[in-house]
């Protein structure tokens, strides 16, 4: 269970506008793994290559300056976009660029290998966002290996993540 004295902030990939599918799965995974409604405050970066952009820092800050007084959590969640063993020399650098920006704001990482939708076993996703409703709508958890979200850095294979490494320190 999150500390009431502390605000999460989930940076995520997805643009908010046309799509919250980011912040839908891991809601979803929160209230399935932990049997808690999350409480956290998204960042939509609208895309991983904004991670440190002054729009997404501006957002961080206007959540922190409501926050007065609270312990906060920055965790961003970025998918790799590729099988973790064959990731293509310009993807991996900007990996390193996220994971080197944060340690050095001592924010969380959470990864996703090859994306999101992989780790779930999200098969049909021509439209994202229609595969999204559906699984939102009827998840099956019982299709993921647990084990798959357990995983220390760095992930080895597609359909891994270290989702619940993190997320059990704050909702435990």
């Not at 820092?57 to 007065?68: L, Y």
């Not at 590729?82 to 080197?100: C, H, Y």
């Not at 939102?136 to 019982?142: A, D, G, R």
């Amino acid at each position: 269970m999150s500390d009431a004295n502390q605000r999460l902030i989930f940076c995520l990939e997805c643009n908010g506008k046309n799509s919250t599918t980011d912040k839908d799965y891991v809601s979803k995974i929160i209230r399935y793994y932990y049997g808690v409604k999350p409480d956290y405050q998204p960042v939509y970066m609208d895309g991983k290559g904004n991670y440190k952009s002054i729009r997404t820092k501006r957002q961080i800050k206007k959540v922190e300056a409501f926050s007065s007084g609270m312990n906060i959590v920055i965790i961003y969640f970025i998918d790799m976009d590729g099988n973790p063993s064959s990731l293509r020399r310009v993807a991996q650098k900007e990996l390193d660029e996220i994971t080197t920006h944060c340690r050095e704001n001592d924010y969380e990482l959470i990864l996703f290998a090859k994306e999101i939708e992989d780790v779930l076993k999200i098969d049909n996703r021509s439209n994202k966002m229609k595969a999204a409703q559906e699984f939102i709508e009827n998840p099956h958890f019982e299709r993921i290996d647990e084990q798959d979200l357990r995983k220390t850095l760095p992930l080895t294979k597609a359909g891994q993540s270290n989702i619940l490494l993190v997320l059990d320190k704050y909702f435990k």
